[in-house]
C-alpha cells in the first residue's frame, strides 16, 4: 500500500485541477447534447425503413448512444495531455527521470485522473438530462441490479484499459517527436474499432470477427452493450475476465516499450 | 491578396520542415473522413437506404460536404486559432501593420494537411458521381461547383462568428464545435432526414440546406417543377459571409487588448 502512495497522490491532485474548468465542462455539455441529438435522429430515420430485425433494438441504440456521449472522456483516445507531449518533445523528461517513482505508474495515474475527472464533471448533467428526454430519445435504466453492477466494473476497467492503450501513443512519441500525427492515427483507428462510428452490432459479420480479437471495443462497446442488457449477464462476466487480460498484457507491453524508449532518449541541453 | 498568397508560401515552407510529421498529419487527416465513410458505407450495407435517399447519393452529399470543410479549414485555420491571438495579446500587432485584420488573421495560419481529407473527398466524389445517373449539363456542373463553394463560405463564416466571440470570452468556446465539426457531421446526409426544428434551424439560420438539401433535389432530379430554383440556393450560403464579416468588424472595434 505505501508504494501506492504517491500515485494516489498525484491523482487527487489531478482530479482537483480538472474540477477548476467548470465553464469549459458545461460547453462541453451542451455540445455533447447536440451530437447525441443527431446521432439518434440518423440511426432513427435508418430504423424507421429497417426491414428484418435489428441486431440491436432502437433503444438500445439510444441508450448506447447517450452512453458514449456522457462517458466521452473515459472512451476517446485523442483526449490528451499536452504536458507530457511537452516533456517528450521539449527534453524536460530529465525532470520526470529524477523522480522517485516508476515513470509507467506515474503516467498512468495522471493521465487516468484527468479523464476521470473529465468524465465526473460531464457525464451527470447528461445522464440526468437524458433520463428525463421523451421517450423516443430516453436514455433507460438497466434491467436489474445486477447488471448494473456488472455494467459499472466494466466501463471502470475498460477505462484502465483504454488508458493502457493510450500509454502507447506517448511512447510513440519518443520515435516520431510528433504528438498530433500519433494521436490522429491512434486516435482514428481506436475509435473505429471501438464502434464511436458504427456501433458494432450494426458492422458485417466479417467485421465483427476482427474487432472482436482486438482490446478496442473492451473501452466503450462492451460496457454499454452490458447495461442496456443487449449483452447479457453471463457473457458479460466472461468479457470483464477478457478485459482484466488484456490489462495485463497492454500493461506488460507497455512498460517494455517504454524502458526501451528511455534507454534510447538523449536529452540534449539547453 | 498578393500579401495574403506571401503568407501562404511562408507558411508552407516551414510545414516542410518538419516532414514525417507533415505526412503523418496528412495521412491521419486522409484517415478521419475516410473512417466516417467507411462508417456510412457499412450502415447502409445494413440498411439500404435511408428515407429514400440511396448510398451514392449520400456518398454525394458526404464528399460535398468534407470537401467544403477540408478547403475552409486549409484557408481560415487563422480564424480557427484566434483565440489564442487575443489571450496572448498578439492581436495588438495586427493592428498596428497597414494592412486589414482580415488578411492578416486569414493568412496566419495554413494547414496543408489538409490536402488529405480533401483527396479522399474527391475520390468519394469521383465514386459517387461515376454511379449515379445523372443527365450532365453545363448548369448542373455549376450547380456542384457553387455547392461546394457555398459550403466553404459558410463553414469559414462560422470559423469568423466563433474567432469574433473571442474578442468578449478572450478564450476560445468548445460551444462553436456544434456548428462546424458539427454541421459538418450533420450535414453528411441530406437535411430531410432530420427533424423539422433541426431542418429548419440548419436552412434558415446557418444555410447548410442551401448546400447540401435543395440544390441536391436539382442534381438528381428530385426536384419536381420548380427543381431550377433549388440550383440557386447555394448563393444564400455564400450571402451568409457577409454578416458574419460585419460582426468581425463590429468584433474588432470592441476589442480591448488583454494587455499580456
Redesign the interface.
Known sequence: MRTMKPYIAVLRLRLLNGMQYRA?AL??V??QF??G??YI??FQ??????SSN?PISLEELVTYLWLQQSFLAFIMLWFRDNELFDLITTGNIAYELCRPIGIYEYWFSKLLAQRLASALLRCFPILLLAFLLPPAYRLMLPPDVKTFLLFCLSLLLGLLVLVAISMFIYISVFI???P??????FG??G??FAGM??PIP???EW?QQIVYLLPFRLTADFPFRVYSGNIPNGEAVEGIFIQLAWLFVLAFLGKIALQKAMKKIIVQGG | MKLYFQYLLVLFKSQMQ?R??FW??S???F??P???F??LY??F???G???GWDFYEVALCFAIIHMAFALSECFARGFDNFSSLVASGDFDRLLVRPRTTFVQVLGSKFEFTRVGRLLQSVIVLAWALSNLAIDWSLIKVLTLLLMIISGVFIFTGIFILAATLSFWTIQG???A??FTD?GR??AQ?PLN???KW?TRFFTFVIPFGSVNYLPLLYLLGKGGEAGWLYMLTPLAGIIFILPCIFVWIVGVRHYRSTGS
Do not use: C, D, H
Open positions: 469549459a460547453a462541453g451542451a455540445t447536440f451530437w441529438f443527431i435522429m440518423i430515420a435508418f430504423y424507421a425503413q429497417a435489428q516520431t517527436l510528433s498530433m500525427g500519433s494521436l490522429l492515427v482514428v483507428v475509435e473505429f462510428v458504427v450494426l458492422m458485417p467485421l | 518538419y514525417t510529421s503523418l498529419l495521412l491521419g487527416q484517415l478521419v475516410f473512417s466516417a467507411a462508417g457499412f450502415l450495407e445494413r440498411f437506404q435511408i428515407k468556446l468548445e460551444i464545435n456544434i458539427g457531421e450533420m446526409y432526414i432530420y427533424q433541426v
